[in-house]
T-cell receptor
């Protein structure tokens, strides 16, 4: 079983739609959680950190459920520019800053 | 100017050749990392360094070596390249501080093809 699992997609949604991505992690020692965004053939960039209390940044909302070892990302009012691959990332407790990446979920926002 | 740079950006080489990929950063970060990305496998950590002369193996270090002679530079070598090392390679940096909470900043990547 992969340490971080995501549905690869693609998710094809119309502009303005709300879309949600889920991610599960297998290591209960995981300490920190993130969503990174990766555009085609580009480097990953941090989108947002994920906290137990949930956090929101504009149209983006991230949630963490430690009991179920589950992370989610909600995008409201999708824009064409949101088209990218979204990577779920976890960091293990005591692992320094070594990150474990999911394989990513591809989003395509269409007119 | 980019904060994290990688050279070369693209490289085609033959089996058995020695290859070095270079990474430089102007962010002043202590920590540097090398990853490879393959379709369907995500990014996997090859080596990482928390300071000059500090070298640590990641999950897939076999066939690779690294050198950290200066804070700003971290190079990755393939001593004898093989076709399954064909991949997109990323260098990343992060600041020290609270473990696990520091954003990693990635370079633009090096696309390596081994024939």
């Amino acid at each position: 079983r992969k340490e971080v699992e995501q549905d690869p997609g693609p998710f094809n949604v119309p502009e303005g739609a709300t879309v949600a991505f889920n991610c599960t992690y297998s290591n209960s020692a995981s300490q920190s959680f993130f969503w990174y965004r990766q555009d085609c053939r580009k480097e990953p960039k941090l989108l947002m950190s994920v906290y137990s209390s949930g956090n929101e940044d504009g149209r983006f909302t991230a949630q963490l459920n430690r009991a179920s070892q589950y992370i989610s990302l909600l995008i409201r009012d999708s824009k064409l520019s949101d088209s990218a691959t979204y990577l779920c990332v976890v960091n293990r407790r005591g692992g320094g800053n070594k990150l474990t990446f999911g394989t990513g979920t591809q989003l395509k926002v269409e007119l | 100017d980019a904060d994290v740079t990688q050279t070369p950006r693209n490289r085609i080489t033959k089996t058995g050749k020695r290859i070095m990929l270079e990474c430089s950063q102007t962010k002043g970060h202590d920590r540097m990392y090398w990853y490879r990305q393959d379709p369907g496998l995500g990014l996997r950590l090859i080596y990482y360094s928390f300071d000059v002369k500090d070298i640590n193996k990641g999950e897939i270090s076999d066939g690779y070596s690294v050198s950290r002679q200066a804070q700003a530079k971290f190079s990755l070598s393939l001593e004898s390249a093989i076709p399954n090392q064909t991949a997109l390679y990323f260098c990343a940096t992060s600041d020290h501080g609270l473990a696990g909470d520091n954003e990693q900043f990635f370079g633009p990547g090096t696309r390596l093809t081994v024939l």
